[in-house]
């Protein structure tokens, strides 16, 4: 399985703010993947980046992806308290829709 | 409107009682799977299916069965739960390399 973690495992900042998470992964993947989890409910799903991409962006969302570093970051801009919650990466090897997650990284934003 | 729903969201039980939580999808999605979530070890996951009839195992599948006898459902089934099961149980259907999650089925085994 894709081993893996993120980190760091919590962050805390202020509203209007930045906020940087990574996640490092130990063999090849096909995709990444960023989810967001609102405490207790499902996952949701955020962005996708593929091994042959180097950076994708959606909205406040921006995530690179160095497969040389096994890594990824997810950077949101501009955060807000909505955005507290737990994120997590999923990945997933060659030919497969198996996701492996690590321990996510709880975000609080503070108004 | 797409959705994965899991049944029940609570369930308090006892050791060695069987139980059953239902997973259903309404997007014809193939690949279906079941995750744990537990305090400090993040998602892991317990069984996943490619299609009708194909199932396998995840990362921690002791204690758990499937079954996928039509596209839609996926249910877990727990044979003799122990405490160890005690955990936060999510369903996931999967179209191409996104992943739908289901609203969460807190489990309690005493």
């Known amino acids: 399985s894709q081993q893996g973690e993120e980190d760091p495992q919590a962050l805390s900042i202020q509203e209007g703010e930045n906020a940087t998470m990574n996640c490092s992964y130990k063999?090849?993947?096909?995709?990444l993947q960023w989810y967001r989890q609102n405490s207790g409910r499902g996952l949701v799903h955020l962005i996708l980046i593929r091994s042959n991409e180097r950076e994708k962006h959606s909205g406040r969302l921006r995530v690179t992806l160095d497969t040389s570093k096994k890594s990824s970051s997810l950077l949101i801009t501009a955060s807000r308290a909505a955005d507290t919650a737990s994120y997590f990466c999923?990945?997933?090897?060659?030919?497969?829709?198996?996701?492996?997650f690590g321990k996510g990284t709880k975000l609080s934003v503070i108004p | 409107e797409a959705q994965v729903t899991q049944n029940p969201r609570y369930l308090i039980t006892v050791t060695g009682k069987k139980l059953t939580v239902t997973c259903s999808q309404n997007?014809?999605?193939?690949?279906m799977s079941w995750y744990r979530q537990d305090p400090g070890l993040g998602l892991r996951q317990i069984y996943y299916s490619m299609n009708v009839e194909v199932t396998d195992k995840g990362d921690v599948p002791e204690g758990y069965k499937v079954s996928r006898k039509e596209k839609r459902n996926f249910p877990l089934i727990l044979e003799s739960p122990s405490p160890n099961q005690t955990s936060l149980y999510f369903c996931a259907s999967t179209r191409g390399d996104e992943a739908f999650f289901g609203q969460g089925t807190r489990l309690t085994v005493v």
């Open positions: 997007m014809n999605h193939e690949y």
């Open positions: 999923g990945r997933s090897g060659a030919g497969s829709y198996q996701l492996t």
């Open positions: 063999t090849s993947i096909n995709n």
